[in-house]
């Protein structure tokens, strides 16, 4: 836990706890939403050859998971510590924010 605190130059222990939670609910949420969603849109494993469907599920969790990781940082009062990572997490992709 100390080891998270100073990593992430946090106060609380209780910020880490609220932290790993978000991230926790934040990856599931994006896996749960994005099967449905491509569904919606009229993508389904049983068409679409699963080579170009599991890519395509790929990268749109992604997406919803930087939208997910932003709403919930805000929802539990951590925005400013999400905001600061996503841009870091894009920056690594090679998209400046």
């Given at each position: 836990?100390?080891?998270?605190?100073n990593k992430w130059n946090l106060k609380r222990w209780q910020d880490v706890?609220?932290?790993?939670?978000?991230?926790?609910i934040t990856g599931s949420t994006s896996v749960v939403i994005?099967?449905?969603?491509?569904a919606f849109v009229g993508i389904t494993k049983e068409q679409?050859?699963?080579m170009l469907y599991y890519?395509?599920?790929?990268?749109?969790s992604?997406?919803?998971?930087?939208?997910?990781?932003?709403?919930y940082g805000w929802l539990f009062g951590q925005f400013s510590f999400f905001w600061t990572m996503e841009?870091?997490?894009?920056?690594?992709?090679g998209i400046k924010i």
């Open positions: 836990m100390r080891y998270l605190m706890l609220v932290i790993l939670f978000v991230f926790s994005g099967r449905p969603f491509l679409m050859d699963p890519p395509l599920f790929v990268v749109l992604f997406l919803f998971y930087q939208v997910f990781l932003v709403t841009k870091k997490m894009l920056k690594r992709f």
